[in-house]
Nanobody, 115 residues
Framework: QVQLVESGGGLVQSGGSLRLSCAASGSISRLYAMGWYRQAPGKQRELVAIISGGGVTDYADSVKGRFTISRDNAKFTVSLQMNSLKPEDTAVYYC?????????WGQGTQVTVSS
């Protein structure tokens, strides 16, 4: 089992920045890909950014150039630096750890961007 705990959400004005962090514990290893997903009201959960154990990253087109994902394999943490935030970034953000058929989720943290 892997436990994921997110932190860092909140309320920010349009154009502002926030940094989300996720701490993993339990049977986690660098073999797991780590990622951030988000779900806005009435919408499906979508991938925001993902990073492999080796540091390869991928981003949703809507956040490229604004968000940066990083991980610390020694501390088993993953972070999401979000800059130039827009109202459409408002959502609950979830941390994810994935390896083959194993999939774990955090409880989510609310990000609200006011216009």
């Amino acid at each position: 089992q892997v436990q994921l705990v997110e932190s860092g959400g909140g309320l920010v004005q349009s154009g502002g920045s926030l940094r989300l962090s996720c701490a993993a514990s339990g049977s986690i290893s660098r073999l797991y890909a780590m990622g951030w997903y988000r779900q806005a009201p009435g919408k499906q959960r979508e991938l925001v950014a993902i990073i492999s154990g080796g540091g390869v990253t991928d981003y949703a087109d809507s956040v490229k150039g604004r968000f940066t994902i990083s991980r610390d394999n020694a501390k088993f943490t993953v972070s999401l630096q979000m800059n130039s935030l827009k109202p459409e970034d408002t959502a609950v953000y979830y941390c994810n750890a994935h390896h083959i058929i194993l999939d774990y989720w955090g409880q989510g943290t609310q990000v609200t961007v006011s216009s």
